[in-house]
């Protein structure tokens, strides 16, 4: 069965600085795909970033990149020029290619200081 | 339309009460989802809807009924719930996973719920 483990349960960082979350991940499947979910404290899960494990290539979206390292299992989330409004809980989530279910990692608490 | 609609925000039921929550897309997804979501914790998975028919229920609970009466709308009917069953209940819909690439899901912001 697949697993995603997030090591780091609350991480900091100040404002317009750099903070990279971690996580790792276990599957015997070879395709498949990885996501970086935020959940502010209005509730919603909000989709960061995805990233397809047949592309060698990190995907990023604006201040968001990640380091993907399929050898290693290891999807981490870089969040650069870090602002207030990026305080939330990010969840590590695997899918994979032939099956409906999305499964998270415990989450990381990302607090952001002035 | 790109958003997951659920109604209603809040909700607090008795332990004898009868009760609905509602999700609703207009994005044309065929696959929705309801997630239970205890404070501090990772959404879990309670049941997935593929193509208006239930596809996965994860051991759920005989006192959550789903329904999924069109492509556009899924409910999950509540019934002589206990003070344990208090969690957000999220919903979320995604493309179809046959449609091809997946793009992820779509949530909205849930339902709090509280049984007392």
């Known amino acids: 069965a697949q697993t995603v483990t997030q090591s780091q349960p609350e991480m900091s960082v100040q404002e317009a600085e750099t903070v990279t979350l971690s996580c790792t991940y276990d599957?015997?499947?070879?395709?498949?795909?990885l996501f970086w979910y935020k959940q502010p404290p209005s509730r919603q899960m909000i989709l960061v970033i995805r990233?397809?494990?047949?592309?060698?290539q990190n995907a990023t979206e604006n201040r968001f990149s990640v380091n993907f390292q399929k050898a290693a299992k290891s999807f981490s989330l870089k969040i650069s020029d870090s602002q207030l409004g990026d305080a939330a809980m990010y969840f590590c989530?695997?899918?994979?290619?032939?099956?409906?279910?999305?499964?998270f990692g415990t989450g990381t608490r990302l607090q952001v200081f002035p | 339309d790109t958003e997951v609609t659920q109604t209603p925000k809040h909700l607090v039921m008795g332990m004898t009460n009868k009760k609905s929550l509602k999700c609703e897309q207009h994005?044309?997804?065929?696959?929705m989802y309801w997630y239970k979501q205890k404070a501090k914790k990772p959404p879990e998975l309670m049941f997935v809807?593929?193509?208006?028919?239930?596809?996965i229920n994860e051991s759920v609970p005989s006192r959550f009924s789903p329904e999924c009466p069109n492509s556009s709308l899924l409910n999950l009917h509540l019934h002589a719930l206990q003070p344990e069953d208090s969690a957000l209940y999220l919903c979320?819909?995604?493309?179809?996973?046959?449609?091809?690439?997946?793009?992820?899901?779509?949530f909205g912001s849930g339902t709090r719920l509280t049984v007392v």
């Open positions: 979320a819909s995604s493309l179809h996973l046959l449609t091809g690439a997946f793009y992820g899901y779509t």
């Open positions: 599957t015997s499947e070879s395709d498949y795909y």
């Open positions: 990233q397809e494990a047949y592309k060698q």
């Open positions: 989530a695997y899918r994979g290619l032939n099956t409906d279910k999305l499964i």
């Open positions: 994005m044309g997804h065929r696959a």
């Open positions: 809807y593929s193509y208006e028919k239930l596809s």
